[in-house]
């Protein structure tokens, strides 16, 4: 039962071990691994006048990305883009704008040729209260990125899909006023696992790994070590001990022996009486015995079974097999110690821990 409770505990400390182990792995993936980018969507609400119908339009979408250095808040105005087709990029620093209206107004820019940074100082140097950059030649046509554009943070820009950047560009081109009003969308948050965090945490994975797998072969060589060394001692113990069996005295009981009276102490091996023609063996602290049980006892046990006298002791047989005797719970306290003790498995718990690291 002890030993039932023992393996019990130590099921439960290798299972603490290694969930402490995959819960530090988790921690180092959410946080050295991870790298988060924050990113915010924009609503787009555009208004014109149909020229043929004279009826206005409305249309708002959320197709907008807010630009990385962006200010996050909403922005309105009337568009306007660069007033040659050859600079529809805005990278020129001289290129026009021409709103079609007073007041507050926006720039249309196409992507390309030049940085997001450039366009947008361009634009605010003609006092553009915002910028919508379109995206160009991406495979997906709804694509935007999150802009970078470092030393522009005091004005909101957006990005918008190429459709519809061509859209508003063909609506600007035949002279249509538009009003635009950009406004926050939703919060998303975006988690990036780099390549190089990824080789550290692997790394670090395996040198734990090789650790544990050292400790356990340290663990198990030393166990072997321990457990040949304890059966080489038993050896050389039983043998000294049937060398001193063979030096105590030997009696055959006889009819009228006061062994066999009713009053007498039983064999503490076996609980019976003495009866007559029972072979008895005599230890050296008087005590006696049958020869068949108390022989198998002392080859194990080396004491007297009432008494605990050491046979080999009384025989002055001691001298190097005494010594050996003493050696097994020192040899344990040195190989075991607190933190192994603390980690020592059943074979089968181990079993399962090597299979399932590897
Ligand atoms: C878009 O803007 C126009 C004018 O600013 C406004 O009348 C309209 O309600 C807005 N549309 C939406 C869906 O907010
Ligand atoms: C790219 O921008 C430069 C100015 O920065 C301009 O001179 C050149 O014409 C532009 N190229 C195209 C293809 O728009
Ligand atoms: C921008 O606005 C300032 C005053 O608010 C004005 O002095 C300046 O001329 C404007 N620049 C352009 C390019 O319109
Ligand atoms: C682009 O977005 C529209 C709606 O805004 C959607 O219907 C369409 O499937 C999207 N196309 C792609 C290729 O994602
Ligand atoms: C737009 O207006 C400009 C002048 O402001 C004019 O030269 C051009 O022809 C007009 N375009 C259309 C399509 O009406
Ligand atoms: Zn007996
Ligand atoms: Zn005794």
């Known amino acids: 039962m002890a030993l039932s409770v023992i393996q019990a505990c130590r099921s439960l400390a290798l299972s603490t071990w290694l969930l402490s182990f995959c819960f530090v792995h988790l921690l180092c993936l959410d ?27 409305t249309e708002k979408t959320e197709c907008g990305r807010y630009g990385e250095h962006s ?17 529809r990029q805005a990278c020129d620093p001289n290129s026009r704008f021409t ?14 040729n030049c940085t997001f940074k450039d366009k947008i100082r361009h634009a605010v140097g003609h006092n553009a209260s915002a910028v919508v950059i379109f995206n160009v030649g991406s495979s997906n046509p709804n694509e935007t ?6 030393g522009t943070s005091d004005v909101v820009a957006i990005m918008i899909p190429e459709p519809k950047g061509r859209e508003l ?15 926050i969308g939703t919060r998303n ?13 692997s790394i670090s994975f395996i040198i734990l790994m090789i650790i544990s797998l050292a400790w356990l072969v340290f663990y198990y060589i030393q166990r072997f070590r321990y457990a040949n060394a304890r059966d080489r001692n038993q050896r050389r113990l039983g043998d000294a001990a049937k060398k001193a069996i063979s ?14 009276e009713s009053d007498f102490d039983n064999c503490a091996v076996c609980i019976e009486g003495y009866k007559p023609n029972d072979v008895v063996r005599i230890l050296p ?43 097994p719970m020192d040899y344990e306290l040195a190989v075991g110690g607190v933190a192994l003790n603390a980690m020592v498995m059943s074979d089968d718990v181990m079993g399962g821990d090597v299979a399932g690291g590897a």
Not at 170 to 178: K, Q, S
Request: hydrophobic letters at 40%; proline letters at 5%.
């Open 247 to 260: 030096q105590l005295q030997v009696r055959t009981i006889r009819k009228g022996d006061q062994e066999t």
């Open 71 to 87: 200010l996050k808040r909403e922005a309105r105005g009337v568009l306007a883009m660069p007033a040659t087709t050859q600079d």
């Open 285 to 327: 602290c008087r005590h006696l015995f049958h020869k068949g049980c108390v022989d198998p006892w002392l080859v194990d046990h080396r004491t007297c079974p009432m008494c605990k006298m050491n046979i080999l002791k009384a025989l002055g047989l001691t001298s190097s097999a005494e010594c050996l005797n003493e050696l």
């Open 189 to 201: 948050l975006q988690k990036y696992v780099s390549r190089t965090s990824v080789v550290f945490v």
């Open 99 to 112: 709103p079609r209206a007073h007041g507050a107004w926006i720039a249309l820019i196409s992507r390309g």
């Open 169 to 183: 560009v063909l609506l600007l081109e035949r002279n249509i006023t538009v009003h635009m009003h950009i406004t």
């Open 145 to 150: 990125i999150t802009m970078p554009h470092p």
């Open 31 to 57: 946080f050295t691994v991870a790298e988060k980018e924050e990113w915010y969507t924009a609503f787009v609400n555009i208004t014109y006048v149909d020229p043929d119908t004279a009826e206005v339009r």
